[in-house]
């Protein structure tokens, strides 16, 4: 499978109920995708080799884990060339608050999602390790109030 290739109707099952539960067993997969387990098991090996499948991960709640508050901040850099691109980039993925980071097409530069315990922590996260990132000449943070999507379903962190 390339990734010219198209995925079929059953791939797209497949991929669909592993997103849904990356723990199922393949005998399960089968029954819910109406294939027999040595094809299922064959395309779902297909599917990992050729890209689509990337892992398989854990769903941690990191409100169980003492970090409930999620701040968005938008970052603009002073400077954008490939040079400070790459040293912002080296340097976020170091930040453990950091839970996500993208380049954004935008007035601003880069879209983060920081998760803290509460306010407090995330004000030193912000003062102390994000405005200190490479290039950084400007934040706004946007604090989110629930989460009504994400990893855990409904209300999802």
Known sequence: MTKSDTLDLLDRRILNELARDGR???AELSRRVNLSKTPCQARIT???QAG???G???IIDPERLGRPHVAFVEVKL???RKAALSAFNKAVRA???VEQAHMIASSFDY???VRTQDIAEYREVLGEKISS???VAHTSTHVSMESVKGDRGQGGS
Do not use: N
């Open 78 to 80: 002073s400077d954008t």
């Open 24 to 26: 199922i067993s393949v």
């Open 46 to 48: 297909r599917l990992e």
């Open 95 to 97: 930040i453990p608050e």
């Open 56 to 58: 398989y991960r854990a």
């Open 111 to 113: 879209l983060l999602k």
């Open 133 to 135: 990132l490479p290039h």
């Open 52 to 54: 689509y499948i990337l």
